[in-house]
Every structure is written in C-alpha cells, then in structure tokens.
C-alpha cells in the first residue's frame, strides 16, 4: 500500500514510489528510450493503470491525495467474521 499525496515533497514522492517491488523495473523494460526525468511519472501511469483494470485498487485521500493498495493481499489478510456477528 502507499500513499501519494499531491503535496508531498519530491523526495517523498520518489521514496513511495520506489517502494513498490518491480515498478521501476517494468517500466523500464516497457519503455525502453525512458529519460530519468520521466521515470516516476510513469511509475505513477503504470499504479493508475493497474487500478483501471482491477489489478490494484484505488482511494482518493480526504488529505489530498491517492491510495494505490494490493487487492489480492487485502482480500486474502481480511480477519475471518466470528459466528457471533451473526446474530
């Protein structure tokens, strides 16, 4: 999960987004003639794409902001509901 505020500092911005494992690497290898300059914004296309097509998904922060998360994780971490919510 991470967090990209509009407001955040460059450093920020660039920690966040390097911390997605493989992100740098596949737009890299997708856009082979890439300029340094341009990597984290399409670092960011790439999170916005995935949520498009239900790979990630995608918070609009009340902060200003957006939230990028792990379907896949979130599903599978959900805490089980007790019997007892039933009744």
Do not use: C
Not at 75 to 86: G, H
């Amino acid at each position: 999960m991470i967090d990209l505020m509009k407001d955040a500092k460059h450093f920020d911005y660039e920690k966040s987004l390097r911390s997605v494992p493989g992100l740098v690497q596949l737009v890299q290898r997708s856009v082979p003639d890439l300029k340094q300059e341009e990597l984290l914004l399409w670092m960011e296309f790439v999170l916005h794409g995935l949520a498009e097509y239900s790979q990630l998904s995608k918070f609009t922060l009340e902060r200003g902001g957006t939230q990028f998360k792990d379907l896949f994780q979130s599903m599978f971490s959900m805490q089980n509901k007790s019997d007892d919510d039933d009744l």
